[in-house]
């Protein structure tokens, strides 16, 4: 339904330059970072776990996640949407290859200008919130 809210959780990882992990899912044009929707009854935390586990086809524990922040926006791929993510921060995991309904993943330099196709929430909140340390 239109003007809807998509409440989603997400997993900030950086490499050892302090480029940051985004994915392009299949059928989509604008990069985010690994997450997605929460289940009914589902912790923030808890779906940032399965979703980074389902897109990457990587384990990380729940304890080793550290809150950044909750930041809403425009939805990328949902016309007419807000988007409203939990994001945390994992440390470096090598990452080789997409899972699931991820098509592309791409480290992105955040001492650069944000690149045109980066989702919203990512390119007005969450990129300048990471460079600003939180």
């Known amino acids: 339904m239109p003007g809807s809210e998509i409440v989603v959780s997400a997993v900030v990882f950086r490499d050892p330059e302090g480029r940051v992990l985004t994915v392009r899912k299949t059928g989509t044009t604008k990069f985010m970072f690994p997450g997605g929707k929460l289940e009914p009854g589902e912790r923030a935390i808890d779906?940032?776990?399965r979703e980074v586990g389902e897109e990457l086809d990587i384990q990380v524990h729940a304890a080793d996640l550290r809150l950044v922040g909750t930041f809403a926006s425009d939805a990328a791929n949902e016309p007419?949407?807000?988007v409203t993510a939990t994001v945390y921060e994992h440390a470096y995991v090598?990452?080789?290859d997409p899972a699931a309904e991820i098509a592309e993943l791409r480290w992105a330099d955040l001492s650069c200008e944000a690149p045109v196709d980066l989702a919203p929430l990512l390119a007005l909140s969450v990129f300048p919130?990471?460079?600003a340390g939180s």
Do not use: N
Request: overall charge positive.
């Open 47 to 49: 779906a940032a776990v």
């Open 80 to 82: 007419g949407h807000t």
């Open 94 to 96: 090598p990452v080789a």
């Open 129 to 131: 919130a990471l460079r």
